[in-house]
């Protein structure tokens, strides 16, 4: 028998395990965090079943797309039978059709326990724009501060230990600068990064407060939501500082983390696009430093010449910030940022 689920019930469950049965390219443009993607069609299958569906008719469309997955059927139930002792299945499609209806009966057949979402990802698109068009319930800790002084490293210790933070530089997988994209993956699009952060929001709704890291509305090709840019901009405000020599090493190992000289040339292509600030005499200098390499000199010079004019902010205790804490000291950071965070 099927067992049809709401969207707000299946995020109720205890250890949900999302299945997207949809093809690899709708899945990448946005989908449930977390969701496994198990296709019945690939890209060009679904292409091709489009097309019959528009110049034959609905019911070759049907034929076509049996003859396609019938094959399949094994693989896909062999890939989800590990996962149904131990996690709750929850099968979806576009809008909870007949890709979801389809697998959901082959697992009834099959005795393999699951849900079959209504409404599809159509559903859980339509929570996160509910969620985000209400004014954001939380107080926001926002952490200020030059470029360099572990404002992503704070926020990754307190989600180590359980505070509520969230990286929106992670989540947008852009660290909000030209050089932001550098080592990364590719940005997710606009309505996964929406999905990320609702996940995120959702992870924390008993929380009192949630820490974010100062940002733009845009971050790197997203946007903030506005509920959520708004409670950033009334938020409480934290000066992180710290010294230009520790700046320095973190930048540099922030950077080049991957092997040695694999994002030179993205780092290079990022320079010259500050050639129209810097100037020409600069832009060169920095760009042979980075050919030496001397990673530590172009971030003291980009530090210089760059960020810290960019963004202003004070490098020792200011009167316009609530809070003010010496990254020099970061346990002791920390440990006031954990007390904020749960009064």
């Not at 790197?220 to 405000?237: D, H, Y």
């Not at 020792?316 to 940022?337: G, T």
Request: aromatic fraction near 10%; include cysteine; glycine fraction near 6%.
């Amino acid at each position: 028998m099927e067992h049809l689920i709401t969207i707000e019930k299946a995020l109720e469950l205890s250890n949900p395990l999302f299945v997207d049965l949809r093809s690899p390219v709708e899945y990448e443009e946005a989908h449930i965090p977390g969701a496994l993607n198990v296709p019945l069609f690939e890209d060009e299958e679904r292409a091709l079943i489009g097309t019959v569906y528009k110049k034959e008719s609905p019911e070759d469309a049907i034929d076509k797309g049996f003859q396609i997955a019938a094959p399949k059927l094994p693989e896909i139930y062999n890939k989800l039978k590990p996962y149904c002792s131990a996690r709750e299945i929850v099968l979806y499609c576009w809008r909870g059709g007949m890709r979801s209806r389809a697998i959901s009966q082959i697992l009834d057949v099959l005795n393999m326990p699951h849900f079959r979402l209504i409404g599809g990802y159509k559903s859980f698109r339509r929570c996160v724009n509910s969620f985000f068009e209400d004014p954001f319930k939380q107080e926001i800790i926002v952490l200020h501060g030059l470029t360099g002084v572990g404002k992503t490293h704070i926020l990754e210790k307190l989600r180590e230990e359980g505070y509520p933070a969230v990286d929106l530089e992670g989540l947008a997988n852009n660290r909000g600068s030209v050089f932001g994209h550098i080592g990364l993956e590719k940005a997710p699009s606009q309505k996964q990064f929406e999905g990320l952060l609702y996940w995120e929001c959702r992870r924390y709704q008993q929380a009192k407060r949630i820490a974010v890291e100062c940002e733009s509305r845009r971050i790197g090709s997203v946007l903030l939501p506005a509920s959520f840019f708004n409670a950033m901009q009334s938020g409480r405000k934290v000066l992180i500082y710290d010294s230009p020599e520790n700046r320095i090493k973190r930048l540099v190992a922030t950077y080049t983390r991957s092997k040695r000289g694999q994002n030179d040339e993205q780092l290079i292509s990022a320079v010259n696009r500050l050639r129209k600030r810097l100037g020409n005499a600069k832009t060169d200098e920095l760009i042979g430093l980075l050919s030496v390499p001397d990673y530590g000199e172009v971030v003291r010079r980009l530090l210089a010449d760059y960020y810290d004019p960019l963004y202003h902010y004070p490098d020792k205790p200011s009167p316009d910030y609530e809070f003010n804490l010496d990254a020099r000291s970061m346990d002791d950071a920390i440990a006031v940022l954990k007390e904020i965070l749960i009064k």
